[in-house]
């Protein structure tokens, strides 16, 4: 089964957590905070939304942070996914 995200919409995976920290300090998993870094998986086509044209900046294999309680989660064949639109979305990370 494949998400088509409409509109400004976009499908992200969440990047894994890291386990320990810099210094090798081990975290337990209640205490880990969700990583608010992900890969866009699919991203609609943009268009007009509420009246005003929509261009999309973001493809599939970007790597982007979006805002921390944003979006709504997709459990789809074991995976889970998050959808949000493009405006939560605060910046795309390069190499």
Known sequence: MK?????DKVVLK????EETTKSGI???GA???KPQQ???????PG????GKEIKMEVKP???????????????????TYIVVKQN???AIIED
């Open 3 to 7: 998400l088509k995200p409409l509109g």
């Open 88 to 90: 939560d979305i605060v």
């Open 61 to 79: 294999g970007d790597h982007v942070i979006f805002s921390k309680y944003s979006g709504t989660e997709v459990k789809l064949d074991e995976e």
């Open 47 to 50: 268009g007009v939304v509420d």
């Open 38 to 44: 992900a890969e866009v998986i699919a991203a609609g």
């Open 26 to 28: 081990v975290i337990p």
């Open 31 to 33: 205490a880990k905070e």
């Open 14 to 17: 969440q990047l894994v957590a």
